[in-house]
Every structure is written in structure tokens, then in C-alpha cells.
């Protein structure tokens, strides 16, 4: 008997999957793969239940043969395995970033004979409200606050990109890019003090108060899914820390990072050019303590900042600082350097790693921008924040078009380098 392969990616069984199960059907034996969370996680899908229950959930639709796990976006490994007469699919991947996987699974059937079908994927609007159901559930805080620790588990490295109002959280939500035969897209947001600052035309200097911060969570948490990372600056007061520590988790944030300065906080990108005090290891490690006491639930970090390199009071310093952070309760630790070549975040890590192989390390290589991903990786890094690039590459492009308007006396000169109304509007979800 023939043998047709379904790729199932979804945590609710609709009348879409069904139908594409029925149409299978016609062809064979159904197998049906189940993509595993790492796979998931990835082809931008967060699942809202476990994969044992995916396994399950598809085992026990009608229609199905076989259950497997399918390891991988690419299906190369899964043709090698079973090499199913026919792969079934919905038609959404004819276009799109999901195409480039088509194309791979159309090259690797044709090896031997088989042939993909393409079923017209059903959009009605029971489907519709299933995918905005699941959407909505993943953008709930106790769903949302617990994926900063699964991503860790899940990727690489987990990337993170600035965000500073809903339009930037739909950028980091929604961009996906197929690149060299894979596909790829951010794990999480950074929520800035400087952006979030300039955003308002204020100075990084802990002006912008709280509440203010905290709204600006509240417009990117309305329209996104991916775990935010709060840049708490210093933390304040321990005293106020604590009582932010709670909103944030009860806002649904993963993780709030805090640097050990005190006094009137300046942007570390002006490193020693401006006065600025680091705490003591002492009062930093007791307001970590403060903070991971309040918390509620397990899913919350506070990420400890070290600032030594930033203030060059050497290597040892950020060491000794770093693991009296985590001996403290710091849930990760961040390495911070204006340095532009990676060295002295390397040798930190490299040097951190030796002592400790567990504690999460998060490094922003803004200055230092010619490493990769995959080397910071290979050095024991966790987390990788892309600190301002958004609002750095808006500023110019901003500031040109108004300097164009005022010079042409219109808007027509501009209008080339402007994305059309309609493209940014289609990054908009409609209820
Ligand atoms: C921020 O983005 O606000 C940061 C990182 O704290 S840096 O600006 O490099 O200090
Ligand atoms: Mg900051």
C-alpha cells in the first residue's frame, strides 16, 4: 500500500487539518509527523501544549496510521526514513517564507519518484478564530513569562531584538527570513531603557519613569507573543525594586535586567567619558536577593549586569562580581563592553564558563557588532540582544525624509525610499 506524509505543526485539530487528512487518505496510508518543540520553536510556532500531548492529540484523529516525530523544518530526514509515495500539504506554503521548504521536499521526493500534493488550505472563520484562540493564549502573562526559560532550553542561542512600541514588537514578532535553505526569525524582545527613552525624547537616565516603562510593555505585550526582556536599568531603590519585580511578573514579563551602578545612571555606551558610580558587591547582591524573594512564580529571572568592563575596573572585578551575583540568586548574568572587538567579552565568558557551566550568559554586542551568533554560542553565550538597531536604523531614514520635505516643498522626492501604507498595515492583526 502507498504511504502519504502530513507534517502537523499545530496544537489544535481543525476541519483544515482534517480535510488535508481525508484528501491523504485517498492516496494511502497515512503517516502523520508530529514537528518536535525545537522544530517548532524555530519555524516561529510556540506550542501551548506539551509534545507528548501533540503526539497524542494526532495519534487519536481519525484518519491517521502512524504517528512520528519529525525532528527538523526540513523534511530531509524524514524522506530518508520512510520515503512516503506522497508528502500532503496545505497549499499556504506555495508562498511565502515556508516555500523554500517546499522547494527542498519537491527536490528530495523527485530523487526517488514521489510527488508532493497540495490541498487548498481551508481559511474560513471557525479556522480563523482557532488560530487567533491559540495566538491569544500564547500572549497571556502565565504562558508568556515561562518562554524565556524554554527558549533557552530550545535554541542555540536565543536572539533578542529591541522593541520599543507595538509597530517594533510586530517587526520582532513577525519577521521571518529564509536564508541559505533555513528559516529564521527572533525568540524574544528587548525592551530597552535607552530606545524606550529616546523613543520619548528623553535621556537614559532613569528619567522616564515606571509607569511610563511599563506602558510601553503593555502596547508591545497587546500585539505579540515572544518573551520580553526588560531593561531595568539599576534597578532604583531595593526598596522600590521589589514592588516592580512583582508587576513585572504579573505583567507577563520573563526577565528584568538590572546593572550594578548607583547614583544617577548614564547610557554605558559613554563608558568612562561621563561620571559614573558602580555599586558595591554588597548592595547589588542584596538587592538581587530582595527581588528574587518577592517573586511568585518560577518562571521569572533577574539578570544581574556587570559593568566592570564598562567602567575598565578589569577582568577580575566582573568575575568576582559575576559569580557573587549568581551566589546572590542572579538567574543569568550579563556581560556588558563598549570595546569594538569582542575580546574582552570572550576571555570573560570563556573565564566565567570555566567556573560555572549552568548560569545563562547574555552579552549586546552593539559596538563589537562583527561577531557571530554561532561564535558567541561556541563561547558559552545565551542570549544575544540586538540593543538599538531598530530605532538607530529609523532615526536616519526619519530624520532624511523630514530634511527632504522642507527642501523640495513636497513629499514626492521621498516617496521611493517609503514603504507603501498598505505593507505596514498588513503587519497589523485585525480582530
Ligand atoms: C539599553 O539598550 O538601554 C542598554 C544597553 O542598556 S546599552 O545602551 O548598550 O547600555
Ligand atoms: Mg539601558
Redesign the pocket.
Known amino acids: 500500500m502507498k504511504t502519504a506524509y502530513i507534517c502537523f505543526t499545530t496544537d489544535v485539530i481543525h476541519e483544515g487539518h482534517l480535510n488535508i487528512i481525508n484528501e491523504a487518505k485517498k492516496y494511502g496510508k497515512v503517516i502523520a509527523g508530529v514537528l518536535s518543540n525545537e522544530a517548532l520553536v524555530q519555524f516561529g510556532r510556540f506550542p501551548t501544549i506539551t509534545f507528548d500531548e501533540r503526539m497524542k492529540l494526532i495519534q487519536s484523529t481519525p484518519g491517521v496510521d502512524k504517528v512520528v516525530e519529525q525532528k527538523n523544518i526540513m523534511y530531509d530526514e524524514i524522506i530518508d526514513t520512510l520515503h512516503p509515495d506522497f508528502i500532503v500539504h496545505g497549499s499556504d506554503w506555495l508562498a511565502g517564507p515556508t516555500r523554500v521548504i517546499r522547494d527542498r521536499v519537491e527536490k528530495k521526493v523527485e530523487e526517488y519518484g514521489g510527488q508532493i500534493i497540495d490541498i487548498p488550505y481551508t481559511y474560513n472563520e471557525t479556522v480563523r478564530h482557532i488560530d487567533r484562540k491559540i495566538k491569544e493564549k500564547l500572549a497571556m502573562p502565565e504562558f508568556r513569562r515561562s518562554r524565556l526559560q524554554q527558549v533557552l532550553t530550545m535554541r542555540p542561542i536565543v536572539k533578542a531584538l ?1 522593541v520599543h512600541s507595538g509597530i517594533t514588537g510586530l517587526i520582532a514578532e513577525k519577521t521571518v527570513v529564509e536564508h541559505g535553505g533555513r528559516l529564521d526569525q527572533f525568540d524574544a524582545m ?1 525592551i ?6 529616546t523613543a520619548k525624547g528623553k535621556p ?1 537616565i532613569e528619567l522616564v519613569d515606571m509607569t511610563s516603562r511599563f506602558r510601553t510593555i503593555e502596547e508591545v505585550s497587546e500585539v505579540t507573543t515572544k518573551p520580553i526582556i526588560f ?1 531595568g ?1 539599576t534597578g532604583g531603590m531595593t526598596e522600590h525594586f521589589v514592588y516592580n519585580v512583582r508587576s513585572l511578573e504579573r505583567m507577563g514579563v520573563s526577565a528584568v ?1 538590572i ?1 550594578d551602578k548607583t547614583g544617577l545612571k548614564k ?3 559613554f563608558g568612562t567619558d561621563v561620571e559614573q558610580t558602580q555599586d558595591t558587591i554588597e548592595n547589588f547582591c542584596e538587592k538581587i536577593r530582595a527581588g528574587k524573594k518577592v517573586q511568585l512564580t518560577d518562571d521569572f529571572m533577574i539578570i544581574a ?1 556587570v559593568e566592570s568592563l ?1 567602567l575598565e575596573k578589569g577582568m577580575e572585578d566582573a568575575l568576582t562580581r559575576a559569580h557573587a551575583y549568581v551566589q546572590a540568586g542572579a538567574d543569568a548574568i550579563m556581560i ?1 563592553s ?1 570595546k569594538n572587538t569582542p575580546d574582552e567579552v570572550l576571555e570573560f565568558c570563556d573565564k566565567f564558563r570555566n567556573e560555572n557551566r549552568i548560569t545563562p550568559l547574555v552579552v ?1 554586542p ?1 559596538s563589537y557588532n562583527t561577531i557571530t551568533e554561532e561564535e558567541l554560542a561556541e563561547h558559552g553565550v545565551n542570549i544575544v ?1 540586538y ?2 538597531q531598530l530605532t538607530r536604523s529609523a532615526f536616519p531614514a526619519m530624520a532624511q525624509t523630514a530634511r527632504e520635505i522642507l527642501m523640495y516643498h513636497r513629499a514626492k522626492e521621498s516617496d521611493d525610499r517609503l514603504m507603501p501604507i498598505q505593507n505596514i498595515i498588513s503587519l497589523i492583526d485585525t480582530l
Open positions: 529591541e528587548w530597552s531603557s535607552l530606545c524606550d527613552s537614559d531593561d536599568d535586567i546593572e547610557n554605558s555606551l549586569r564598562i556588558h563598549r549586546v552593539s540582544i540593543a538599538n
